[in-house]
């Protein structure tokens, strides 16, 4: 799963990408509305977390053009405090949630979650594929009750994977959704990653589908 963060305070900005990036995200950051318009449109992100009041475009004016150029992506906005209006000019303007600064960066996290899982069509926090449980929530992987430790590659990897559980996943959009921009990615190194989740969990839980990627599938 892979985030972008769009803030320009400097502080704020390095807490959030530090806290995202321990929660098992590939992250990217943009301090101004410029930057954070083109990644927006050329990137594929599994959600957005958007300050408002930015340098050069505003927070709203990116919304605005990422929803009419069909970015779909979960956007969860940052208001100023007491800043109603805000609030309802950035869910009117295709926002999916807000938060009111200062916040709780578990309660950010815990949102981001929800709007993970919504726009994945999945209804459970914890996702199970047979006797597999991922828990986005402590980042842990069981299998048959006992702890599998993972690097985040394999944890973004079969997180993706069981986050798109109903369908095949590509090699490329495995690719575009584990690693943060200027990452050298090459799409070898997810047939590396599969390999190794393989031996981790055993080889039966990953399905590879030839010539379209994979899917998960529950052994049992
Ligand atoms: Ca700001």
Redesign the pocket.
């Known amino acids: 799963m892979r985030v972008l963060v769009v803030?320009?305070?400097v502080s704020l900005a390095k807490q959030l990408t530090a806290a995202l990036r321990r929660a098992g995200y590939a992250v990217d950051h943009a301090a101004d509305g410029e930057g954070a318009d083109l990644l927006g449109h050329d990137e594929n992100y599994d959600a957005v977390v958007l300050?408002?009041?930015?340098p050069k475009v505003d927070g709203f004016s990116l919304l605005r053009r990422w929803r009419e150029a069909g970015r779909t992506m979960p956007v969860l906005v940052l208001t100023a405090r007491g800043s109603w209006h805000e609030k309802v000019r950035g869910i009117d303007g295709g926002a999916d949630d807000y938060m009111t600064k200062p916040f709780r960066m578990e309660e950010l996290l815990a949102r981001l979650r929800a709007l993970i899982r919504r726009s994945t069509g999945k209804i459970n926090p914890e996702l199970r594929c047979g006797s597999l449980v991922l828990d986005p929530r402590s980042g842990r992987v069981l299998l048959e009750g006992t702890e599998v430790n993972l690097t985040s590659h394999e944890f973004r990897v079969l997180s993706y994977l069981m986050h798109h559980s109903q369908r095949i996943v590509s090699q490329s959009e495995l690719t575009e959704h584990i690693y943060s921009q200027g990452f050298d990615r090459d799409s070898n190194t997810v047939e590396v990653f599969i390999a190794r989740l393989r031996r981790k969990i055993g080889p039966t839980f990953i399905e590879t589908v030839r010539n379209l990627g994979y899917r998960m599938k529950d052994p049992a």
């Open positions: 803030e320009d305070e300050d408002l009041g930015l």
